[in-house]
């Protein structure tokens, strides 16, 4: 049950619940962390079945956008919503301008995004009522897909651990298991491809399937189960999260794992056995990132060159990472959450905590209008 003790131990700012039974609107926003800036972090659309579900799940996701945001180097703070509906019938225009009104009621201390169940299109609705909104299509001056984005930066996550590993930053030659050919894994294939990496992959998507062999032409296909067997230097999970689990980690050939899903390890202590196993384990919540950085640039005006230069950095802060991982001794997944804190702290020690419309203002797209005002 949600009670302010969670709210006091796990560190959340403020939690909105938002209702309009015009349309039927529930949704609540969680803003977790708001030192180094406004908290940004997409809406989820999901059939939660109940309230304590939707709630305990906007409070993991939101927290999760704090750190992600910190280690990645934005000025940024950790936020999250959750729209509780059907996607497949709950969806409506009024629902996403609605929802658009009472994100702006916040007055930019939360900004949003796609994330499951949310399109372009949704967002779009919510660009109608309110500035605070990343994710809008090209045509309105915002970044359009970021899986292109997000594909690089795992990318450059994998070249850092081959670095680690084996003393070279270049693929060439590598034998990668890609689980998932979805939107972010294509990119990501036809980057190893064309950088001289052997990929073998799976999905269960046809379609997916097709497009992926189009883009990685001597990608070889295997089945849904064996990608975990597949004898690779490299395993990267692009499709679901908690891959990493204790039915497949002695099944598990490579000496790297690392991938755009979220949440790899089903449990913390996956880490620690890969660890022992001397797998390395790419920092995912960094290297997934490119994404949210590149929706982020939106408010100063987006541009590839930016996007690109910023996604590329996520080279070093993996090394860094793995270099704290070494010098303290610890698995590479509470390295990653000591370099976010360490720089949350410093920051909160100088400025103090993120108050408000001020620095909320600053964040507002240089002379872009909502929808309705255009
Ligand atoms: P997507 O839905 O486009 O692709 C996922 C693919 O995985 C689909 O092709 C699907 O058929 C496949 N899949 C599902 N279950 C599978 C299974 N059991 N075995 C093999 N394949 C399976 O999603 P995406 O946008 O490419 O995102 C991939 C992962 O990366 C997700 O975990 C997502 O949360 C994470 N992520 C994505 C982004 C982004 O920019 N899109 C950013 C950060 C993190």
Redesign the pocket.
Same mark, same amino acid.
């Given at each position: 049950m949600f009670d302010f003790e969670t709210l006091y131990s796990e560190g959340h700012e403020e939690v909105v619940f938002f209702s309009d039974p015009s349309c039927n609107l529930k949704a609540i926003v969680a803003i977790h962390d708001t030192t180094l800036g406004p908290a940004l972090g997409g809406t989820r659309m999901w059939p939660y079945a109940s309230m304590d579900e939707a709630v305990t799940d906007v409070l993991r996701l939101s927290k999760g956008m704090t750190y992600k945001n910190a280690v990645s180097g934005l000025n940024l703070g950790g936020g999250k919503a959750v729209i509780i509906g059907d996607p497949q019938k709950d969806k409506s225009e009024a629902l996403f301008r609605s929802y658009g009104k009472f994100i702006e009621s916040l007055n930019g201390r939360y900004i949003t995004a796609e994330d #499951?169940n949310i399109g372009v299109e949704d967002i779009e609705h919510m660009f109608t009522e309110t500035n605070y909104v990343t994710g809008v299509s090209q045509t309105h001056g915002g970044s359009g897909n970021?899986?292109p984005? =997000?594909a690089r930066g795992v990318f450059r996550g994998i070249e850092a651990s081959c670095t680690q590993v084996f003393g070279e930053r270049s693929v060439k030659d590598k034998v990668v298991a890609l689980? %998932?050919? %979805?939107? #972010? %894994?294509r990119y990501l294939g036809e980057l190893l491809y064309k950088s001289g990496a052997k990929v073998f992959f =799976?999905? +269960?998507?046809k379609k !997916?399937i097709e497009l992926f062999k189009e883009m990685v032409p001597n990608a070889e296909l295997v089945g849904?189960d064996d +990608?975990y067997d597949v004898d690779c230097d490299i395993y990267a999970p692009? &499709?679901? %999260?908690a891959t990493v689990n204790d039915n497949t980690i002695e099944r598990l050939k490579c000496k790297i794992v690392a991938g &755009? &899903? !979220?949440n790899q390890l089903a449990e913390k202590r996956h880490g620690d056995i890969l660890k022992e196993k001397g797998v390395l384990y790419a920092p995912d919540y960094l290297i !997934?990132a490119?994404?949210v950085m590149n929706v982020s640039i939106e408010f100063e005006g987006w541009s590839d060159t930016k996007a690109t230069r910023m996604v590329d950095t996520i080279y070093d802060t993996t090394m860094k990472i793995f270099q704290i991982s070494e010098e303290q001794n610890i698995p590479v997944y509470k390295a990653t959450d000591v370099l976010a804190e360490s720089r949350l702290t410093s920051i909160k020690n100088i400025q103090g905590k993120y108050l408000g419309s001020n620095q909320a203002k600053n964040h507002r797209f240089p002379g872009r209008k909502t929808l309705a005002e255009q």
């Amino acid at each position: 049950m949600f009670d302010f003790e969670t709210l006091y131990s796990e560190g959340h700012e403020e939690v909105v619940f938002f209702s309009d039974p015009s349309c039927n609107l529930k949704a609540i926003v969680a803003i977790h962390d708001t030192t180094l800036g406004p908290a940004l972090g997409g809406t989820r659309m999901w059939p939660y079945a109940s309230m304590d579900e939707a709630v305990t799940d906007v409070l993991r996701l939101s927290k999760g956008m704090t750190y992600k945001n910190a280690v990645s180097g934005l000025n940024l703070g950790g936020g999250k919503a959750v729209i509780i509906g059907d996607p497949q019938k709950d969806k409506s225009e009024a629902l996403f301008r609605s929802y658009g009104k009472f994100i702006e009621s916040l007055n930019g201390r939360y900004i949003t995004a796609e994330d #499951v169940n949310i399109g372009v299109e949704d967002i779009e609705h919510m660009f109608t009522e309110t500035n605070y909104v990343t994710g809008v299509s090209q045509t309105h001056g915002g970044s359009g897909n970021p899986s292109p984005y =997000t594909a690089r930066g795992v990318f450059r996550g994998i070249e850092a651990s081959c670095t680690q590993v084996f003393g070279e930053r270049s693929v060439k030659d590598k034998v990668v298991a890609l689980q %998932g050919a %979805g939107s #972010v %894994g294509r990119y990501l294939g036809e980057l190893l491809y064309k950088s001289g990496a052997k990929v073998f992959f =799976t999905d +269960i998507n046809k379609k !997916n399937i097709e497009l992926f062999k189009e883009m990685v032409p001597n990608a070889e296909l295997v089945g849904v189960d064996d +990608i975990y067997d597949v004898d690779c230097d490299i395993y990267a999970p692009c &499709a679901l %999260g908690a891959t990493v689990n204790d039915n497949t980690i002695e099944r598990l050939k490579c000496k790297i794992v690392a991938g &755009a &899903a !979220n949440n790899q390890l089903a449990e913390k202590r996956h880490g620690d056995i890969l660890k022992e196993k001397g797998v390395l384990y790419a920092p995912d919540y960094l290297i !997934n990132a490119g994404g949210v950085m590149n929706v982020s640039i939106e408010f100063e005006g987006w541009s590839d060159t930016k996007a690109t230069r910023m996604v590329d950095t996520i080279y070093d802060t993996t090394m860094k990472i793995f270099q704290i991982s070494e010098e303290q001794n610890i698995p590479v997944y509470k390295a990653t959450d000591v370099l976010a804190e360490s720089r949350l702290t410093s920051i909160k020690n100088i400025q103090g905590k993120y108050l408000g419309s001020n620095q909320a203002k600053n964040h507002r797209f240089p002379g872009r209008k909502t929808l309705a005002e255009q």
